[in-house]
């Protein structure tokens, strides 16, 4: 087992110098989860919006389940993907098992709920204390949706941040949907996990750092949102 | 029995002005049940084509929930609410209410006028002389949340008379406001009056429903409890609820 140190040295080069083989994973973790979280928000946000601002029988139910979903483990939705997309499954015959397209569906499965519960909450803050308001002008549920959704853009960053956070950080569903293949389906987390096994402790710290950057970059991104909404009283 | 308004026609002082076809209102039995407090208890109201009605009553009487029923935000438990035979929910569009906490989409001030306008596809390049008549011309951009409590009410209003409404509700619209800016909001409000408004405004500054009112609606234990033309009402309250709140005395 090589120096701890040493092990750190290396790894910092490896970042510094843009290495090729970690700029590619890199790449690849960011190109999936930014994906699947846009996917999310086109999935979430709509869901979270009409169940934030309409009264139906069944909401308190509907509530608990999103809810619930907000804590699926990564790997049962791998598990639950791979068993949709395998050869033997039903969609088997699109043949995107061990792609990165796979990995988007997982991890969009994976983070929409938090989307839907998070921005849920965030517009019906919002809708309780605009509710009048928009009977006054007597908007119709697309305008009401609409304007809820622009009015709590920040907060609304804030959750995709999160998601986003969550997808890029979790292991087990892209390692069961993906497979780790080398320049294929490798990403972040994948790549650690295999690299620490192997014991090539360099790579697997260079991609530490890289991740916990990437973590440090997203919460200063969500502080700063913070701030500028703050101060312009809009949060 | 729609000509059985309670108030003569001395109460419209604005003679010239066109009947407005949302009026009269009447409103029979009216019941409103708050968190299993009755709020509003069989009321009755009638009100007349034109004019500047100033609804007075203590905290906690009901006034802002009688708005908003009549606005038709808010369903009562009981009772009929008839704008010259039309439901509150059917002529809510025709109408504004500036709300005694006023609610500012967290946008600038300009895009708070603007939000009113596209809703009911009207021309963006009125905000202009909107703000200017409520004299925030120069705050177009800063965020509307920032305004002073002031400023922020004559937003409201800016804003509630962007639709051009046949009725305009105005729940104590010169609260915390300094001398000057009430006086600027009195102004509009009469100018409104003039030009065809029906205008029911809720306050608690006597000095302004003398000002302001054509008729005065005295709202206490949840009904009517006196309704009469200002000058007449101002002479001499009939009923003493209304006698002690005139004089700031305690209403029990
Ligand atoms: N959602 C609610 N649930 C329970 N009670 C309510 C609710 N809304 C209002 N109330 C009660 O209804 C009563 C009348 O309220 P309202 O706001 O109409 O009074 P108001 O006449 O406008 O008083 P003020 O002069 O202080 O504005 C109050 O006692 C209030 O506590
Ligand atoms: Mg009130």
């Known amino acids: 087992m090589q120096d701890m140190g040493e092990a750190l040295a290396v790894a910092m080069t490896l970042v510094l110098s843009g290495d090729g083989d970690l700029v590619e994973i890199v790449g690849l973790s960011l190109r999936v989860s930014l994906t699947a ?37 990564p790997v049962v939705v791998g598990l639950i993907v791979y068993l949709h997309l395998s050869r033997a499954g039903p969609l088997g015959f699109l043949g995107l098992l061990y792609t990165p397209a796979a990995m988007i569906i997982a991890q969009t499965i994976l983070i929409a709920p938090i989307v839907a519960a998070l921005s849920r909450q965030v517009i019906e803050d919002m ?14 549920t697309r305008q009401t949706v609409q304007a ?20 890029v950080a979790e292991v087990g569903a892209v390692m069961i949907v993906g497979g780790n293949i080398d320049h294929m389906t490798r990403v972040m987390t994948t790549a650690i996990a295999l690299e620490t096994s192997k014991g090539d402790l360099p790579l697997a710290l260079g991609l ?24 312009q009283a809009y949060a | 029995m729609r000509e059985a308004i309670i108030h003569g026609p001395e109460a419209l002082t604005a003679g010239a002005v066109p009947a407005s076809n949302l009026l009269p209102l009447r409103v029979r039995g009216l019941c409103l049940t708050l968190g299993g ?10 009100l007349g084509p034109a004019g500047c009605t100033v609804l ?16 038709g935000l808010l369903e009562p438990d009981a009772g ?12 809510t569009s025709r109408q504004a209410l500036v709300f005694q906490k006023p609610v500012l989409l967290r946008r600038s001030v300009a895009a708070n006028v603007d939000f009113v306008l596209k809703s009911r596809n009207l021309p963006r390049a009125r905000r202009h002389a909107l703000l200017d008549h409520v004299g925030l011309g120069d705050k177009a951009r800063q965020p509307a949340r920032l305004l002073s409590g002031g400023e922020a009410q004559r937003l409201a209003l800016a804003r509630a008379l962007a639709t051009e409404p046949e009725v305009l509700f105005l729940d104590e619209p010169t609260a915390s406001l300094d001398p000057a800016s009430v006086n600027r909001i009195e102004e509009i409000v009469l100018k409104a009056v003039r030009n065809g408004t029906r205008v029911i405004l809720v306050t608690h500054d006597i000095g302004q429903a003398r000002r302001l009112a054509d008729e005065i609606v005295f709202l206490h234990g949840g009904r009517v409890a006196e309704q009469a033309a200002a000058d007449r009402f101002f002479a001499g309250p009939r009923t003493p609820a209304a006698r002690a709140h005139v004089s700031g005395g305690l209403v029990l």
């Open chain 2, 37 to 46: 407090r009755r709020i509003l208890n069989s009321l009755d109201l009638d």
């Open chain 1, 148 to 167: 809820l959704l622009w009015d709590a853009r920040y907060a609304l960053l804030t959750v995709a941040l999160a998601g986003f956070g969550r997808a």
């Open chain 2, 56 to 71: 007075l009553g203590p905290n906690g009487a009901g006034k802002t929930q009688l708005l908003k029923v009549l606005h």
């Open chain 1, 208 to 231: 530490g750092i890289v991740l916990m950057i990437l973590a440090l970059g997203v919460n200063a991104l969500v502080h700063s949102l913070r701030l500028t909404a703050v101060r």
């Open chain 1, 37 to 73: 979280t846009v996917a999310a928000c086109a999935i979430g946000l709509p869901i979270g919006a009409l169940v934030a601002t309409n009264r139906f029988p069944g909401r308190g139910a509907v509530l608990v389940v999103m809810n619930a979903l907000m804590g699926l483990p």
């Open chain 1, 127 to 140: 809708h309780a204390e605009y509710a009048d308001h928009f009977r006054s002008l007597c908007l119709n």
């Open chain 2, 80 to 91: 009929e609410v008839d704008w010259n035979g039309a439901a509150p929910g059917q002529v």
